[in-house]
């Protein structure tokens, strides 16, 4: 339920060899959440994300994804074309989510109103 404000979501979905496994979503505190999708058995996103119902809660944007994105002249080359912030990694996570290194793959989520479920 919501306080009266419209509050919008980042989230994302992740996949696993191209399977959607689960889902990356911004936390009311500013916080980040990595949650499994409930039919979900394939190989974990990470090794140190282990398959389990219960989502798992990060104060930073999680060092897992994180690693996926790029440095040096390629950060740079991203930021300047698609105009991004150099602290959003989210943005920078969802541009580059079909083209990350390894058996992930990350889509933006249409922005959500906090409350509302997507289907």
Same mark, same amino acid.
């Given at each position: ?11 994302a ?22 949650e ?12 140190? =994300?282990?398959?389990? +119902? ?9 060092? *897992?994804?994180? /690693?996926?994105?790029?440095? &040096? ?5 991203? =930021?300047?074309?698609? +105009? ?9 996570? *969802?541009?580059? /989510?079909?083209?990350?290194? &390894? ?13 509302t479920?997507?289907?």
């Open positions: 339920m919501t306080d009266g404000k419209t509050r919008m979501l980042r989230r979905a992740i996949f696993q060899h191209g399977i959607l496994a689960g889902h990356l979503q911004a936390e009311k505190d500013g916080g980040w959440a990595i499994y999708v409930e039919e979900y058995t394939g190989t974990p996103i990470s090794l140190t =994300l282990p398959l389990r +119902k219960e989502p798992y809660i990060f104060q930073e944007f999680p060092s *897992v994804l994180d /690693g996926l994105l790029p440095e &040096g002249e390629q950060l740079e080359a991203l =930021l300047k074309k698609q +105009k991004i912030d150099r602290n959003d990694c989210f943005t920078q996570l *969802v541009t580059l /989510g079909q083209d990350l290194v &390894g058996s992930l793959s990350v889509s933006r989520i249409k922005d959500s109103t906090q409350g479920k997507e289907g």
